[in-house]
């Protein structure tokens, strides 16, 4: 192992040499990418300065136990050494973890859509659910969320609503709840007390770059409408919202959250850079879940990936098979617990997929 981390830390050296250079600086593009570079591998580089020191402590303690001359040096020496011993196996299963190729989409910002799915009224409640339970988790994690779109519900929630987050390694973390998420309860509206399915879909963007996406102009139609919902007086009067359709693909993005049309266009360009971005990332990730057999991010829009069941105040996750009976505090945003199980799941497949590279 101590030879592959000097290559990284070679890396490392050779990385923070170029960040500095002007052309790099000059290259957006480039130096994005090396700066996520340098990042990660100072990660490791921390990692491996410990490591390192475990591996020293190890060698001086031996050495003073093999001397004897000191019986009090001896017995902390060799206290020294079990608790060394004792945490070696731990950092370095945190260091093959760290060396696992980081996704360059990962550290992007995202744009989350969610559609109220079957169940009529319920369901538009349900997406209206999970955008305060992920609004909370963003808020918890230090991230912004920035309404995009939205179309009401009849008895509140959403049949729709997109927003943008913005913050540290954002995609990585959210792309875990793409897919059908369902809920199993009491419906307000039922005077029964039958417990009925409804659904919503949670689709995730990472947010493409101007340079990562160039749209043509002239392949964009482009429509100004009146807003609708909340937002004072130039709701129903002025043409702020805006609505982009691209000709070639038939993809649609619109903003109506901001009073200036300028501020709405430039948000739904963003969206639609992010849609066309994010088809091609699509069939990149389906022919890799193929090869590799992944449950975790399988691309598949229209899996069921968890249901939360009211009655039982149960989550089940089922890509993982992973329950559990804390319902409340996961829909009021405490979902750390599931993505971080999820993203165990992802990295033990991929250090799988590396074999003996370790």
Request: charge should be negative; avoid cysteine; proline fraction near 4%.
């Given at each position: 192992m101590l030879d592959k981390l000097q290559i990284v830390k070679q890396r490392y050296d050779e990385v923070s040499d170029l960040i500095i250079q002007p052309d790099i600086i000059m290259d957006q593009k480039r130096y994005a990418v090396l700066s996520k570079e340098y990042k990660d591998?100072?990660?490791?580089?921390?990692?491996?300065?410990?490591?390192?020191?475990?591996?020293?402590?190890?060698?001086?303690?031996?050495?003073?136990?093999?001397?004897?001359?000191?019986?009090?040096?001896?017995?902390?020496?060799?206290?020294?050494?079990?608790?060394?011993?004792?945490?070696?196996?731990?950092?370095?299963?945190?260091?093959?973890?760290?060396?696992?190729?980081?996704d360059p989409e990962d550290s992007k910002n995202a744009v989350m859509e969610l559609r109220a799915g079957t169940g009529g009224d319920e369901a538009s409640i349900f997406a209206g659910d999970l955008f305060r339970m992920y609004s909370k988790y963003c808020s918890d994690k230090g991230w912004r969320v920035s309404t995009v779109d939205f179309s009401e519900g009849t008895n509140g929630g959403f049949?729709?609503?997109?927003?943008?987050?913005?913050?540290?390694?954002?995609?990585?973390?959210?792309?875990?709840?793409?897919?059908?998420?369902?809920?199993?309860?009491?419906?307000q509206t039922e005077t029964q007390g039958r417990v009925h399915?409804?659904?919503?879909?949670?689709?995730?963007?990472?947010?493409?770059?101007?340079?990562?996406?160039?749209?043509n102009p002239k392949e964009v139609r482009i429509d100004f409408f009146c807003s609708s919902g909340p937002g004072g007086q130039s709701v129903n009067t002025t043409y702020s919202a805006v609505r982009l359709t691209h000709i070639p693909t038939g993809l649609v993005a619109q903003c109506q959250d901001q009073k200036s049309q300028h501020k709405n266009k430039e948000k739904a360009f963003k969206v639609l850079r992010s849609r066309l971005y994010d088809m091609e990332l699509a069939k990149k990730q389906a022919e890799d879940a193929i090869k590799r057999g992944s449950m975790v991010t399988s691309g598949d829009r229209s899996a069921k990936i968890r249901t939360y069941n009211y009655p039982q105040g149960r989550v089940t996750d089922h890509r993982i098979g992973l329950t559990l009976y804390d319902l409340s505090n996961i829909i009021n945003g405490d979902i750390h617990k599931i993505i971080d199980q999820l993203k165990l799941a992802e990295n033990t497949e991929k250090l799988k997929d590396l074999g003996d590279g370790f």
């Open positions: 591998l100072g990660s490791v580089v921390e990692k491996t300065k410990e490591y390192e020191s475990l591996l020293n402590t190890i060698e001086e303690a031996k050495e003073i136990i093999a001397d004897g001359s000191d019986k009090e040096m001896v017995e902390m020496a060799k206290m020294e050494m079990n608790e060394s011993n004792a945490r070696i196996p731990v950092i370095e299963e945190e260091i093959k973890f760290l060396l696992i190729p980081k049949k729709e609503i997109q927003f943008e987050v913005t913050g540290n390694d954002v995609y990585g973390t959210l792309k875990f709840e793409a897919g059908v998420h369902r809920v199993q309860r009491v419906p399915t409804s659904a919503a879909t949670v689709m995730v963007f990472p947010e493409a770059e101007e340079f990562d996406v160039v749209i």
